[in-house]
């Protein structure tokens, strides 16, 4: 049996003031970009802050769209160029979609914010739950206003599960996302300094992250970190909604779900854990300790769904690191092999602290050296120049030799170390560059990370091009093994 088409003619026609032109069809997807657009899908023409869709439904139509969903007032400049779903606004269009979608669907529904973990803890729940039902979940973050409605309006009418990611930079964003996803699971990973500049205090952000609990259907289940200072403020937001029960999670006595023990090494971790009273053991196919506390989260959502924990356990065997995120490169060049711990993606003090943290626990050969290359972290605000230089204690936890840092703010933490740590501060990533790929040698095992505004995981790509292809990594440096 196929599946039936993801939204049809007949549903495109029976959105909230919609008109159609021409003879739109059935479509086969839904798409906010005609340059990733399929043939046959629904293109909407988001207006986002710096780009209109407008701008390229004859592009999306040249692509293939079916069909698509325009601005009432715009739908003249399309005359002739396809058929359109015209309606008074295209994101409360995308809306209208994402809420029947949910409406339609017998998934039952898990969704995930936190300051930190979110998409590590969905790609989780998208490996744990795809062992007992078909998983629908999105490709990357889509946690904002358009990513969660687009996630939804995305999800193939047979899903058995939904995995969504919900994220905020200010109080309130969470309410609207969380009430058309109607989590029957919410999660909470972490409360931490993230997007501060927007928040009078971390509490402000326990709040905001507790908003998740206003869209739990009715008995559903709040997963909360108990080991967080904020739990009891989690618990409130929790209490105060339609929530039926409450599982904790952590290492300390009182959680649900609680580590036992966390081990960790190069390339994975283990944990042994009380999941609500039964002991279980399991791999994880990557290290980090904050993974295997994110899992027992994912072990918490497992045990409100009602579904087999074992089974659950054993499919973290199969987690692999995501790209930008503790991902290890291994370059081979002339002068030996260069591991580069790809955590490139973003960062924020938390993780950053803890990919430092975990540098040691990658194997380091004889003569090779640890080598931290850190951009800076964006919207602390004010909290910003002191967050950079508390890292200091972490790159000695790391061990780190070598310290490459980019950006203003990371010139602060530069100045607080040892002069033998030193690598070289530049004012921008770009700059960094060129000093990183002189400075690298085989047998070096380099940390590359920083905000993404930074562009610092420029630099991975570009110490492949360097190292991997013509060995001047190996050559370049004095007292090389090469
Ligand atoms: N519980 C945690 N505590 C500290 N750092 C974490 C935790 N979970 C994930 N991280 C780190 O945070 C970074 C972002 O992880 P990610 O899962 O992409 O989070 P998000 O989607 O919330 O931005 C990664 O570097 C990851 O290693
Ligand atoms: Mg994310």
């Keep these: 049996m196929t599946d039936a088409p993801l939204w049809t003619r007949d549903d495109l026609a029976g959105l909230p003031g919609a008109t159609l032109v021409g003879e739109p069809g059935d479509v086969s997807g839904v798409s906010i970009d005609s340059r990733t657009l ?9 207006r986002g ?37 015209a309606v008074p606004d295209v994101l ?27 998409t590590g803890t969905k790609e989780a729940l998208r490996l744990v739950l795809s062992r007992f039902g078909r998983t629908h979940a999105a490709a990357a973050s889509f946690n904002n206003h358009w990513g969660v ?25 969470i309410v ?18 993230v997007h501060i500049a927007h928040f009078r205090s971390v509490s402000g952000i326990a709040d905001a992250k507790g908003e998740i609990f206003s869209g739990l259907e009715p008995g559903g289940i709040a997963v ?33 779900v609680r580590a036992l023990r966390i081990t960790t090494e190069a390339d994975a971790s283990f944990v042994e854990a009380d999941v609500t009273g039964r002991t279980v053991a399991y791999r994880i ?30 499919a973290y065997a199969e987690l692999a690191a995501p790209s930008g995120r503790g991902e290890r490169i291994r370059i081979a060049g002339p002068g030996g092999e260069v591991v580069v711990v790809d955590e490139s993606f973003n960062a924020n003090p938390a993780s950053m602290r803890a990919a430092l943290e975990a540098l040691p626990l990658v194997p380091l050969p004889a003569g090779g050296r640890r080598l931290a290359v850190l951009a800076d972290m964006g919207e602390l605000g004010e909290t910003g120049p002191a967050a950079h230089l508390g890292l200091a204690d972490a790159v000695a936890a790391g061990r780190a030799d070598l310290v490459f840092a980019a950006g203003p703010l990371m010139r602060g933490l530069y100045d607080a170390l040892p002069a033998s740590r030193r690598g070289a501060h530049a004012a921008s990533a770009a700059e960094l560059e060129p000093i990183v790929l002189d400075a690298v040698r085989g047998g070096d095992v380099v940390l590359v990370k920083g905000s993404k505004s930074t562009n610092v995981s420029k630099i991975v790509p570009a110490l492949r091009e360097r190292f991997g292809r013509d060995g001047t990594g190996g050559r370049a440096s004095a007292g090389g093994r090469g």
């Design 285 to 314: 196919g990557m290290a980090g300790r904050h993974v295997a506390l994110n899992s027992l989260a994912v072990l918490a959502a497992v045990v409100a769904l009602g579904l087999d924990v074992g089974e659950a356990a054993a």
């Design 176 to 193: 609207p996302l969380t009430a058309a996803v109607r989590p029957e699971v919410a999660i909470v990973t972490a409360v931490e300094p």
């Design 38 to 46: 399929k043939p046959g899908e629904l293109y909407c023409a988001i």
């Design 149 to 173: 409605p687009l996630t939804l309006a995305r999800m193939p009418r047979g899903a058995a599960f939904g995995v969504f990611e919900i994220g905020m930079n200010h109080p309130g964003e």
């Design 92 to 118: 409360h269009g995308l809306g209208d979609l994402a809420r029947a979608s949910r409406a339609r669907s017998a998934a039952r529904i898990v969704a995930v914010t936190g300051s930190v973990g979110k």
């Design 49 to 85: 802050v710096a780009q209109d869709g407008h701008d390229y439904v004859r592009a999306a139509f040249a692509a293939g769209a079916g069909a698509a969903l325009v601005a009432r007032d715009r739908a003249a400049e399309f005359a002739g160029a396809g058929p359109l779903v």
């Design 224 to 256: 909360i970190p108990r080991d967080s200072p904020h739990h009891g403020r989690l618990a409130a937001h929790a209490g105060a909604s339609r929530a039926g029960r409450i599982l904790s999670f952590g290492e300390g006595r009182e959680a649900d």
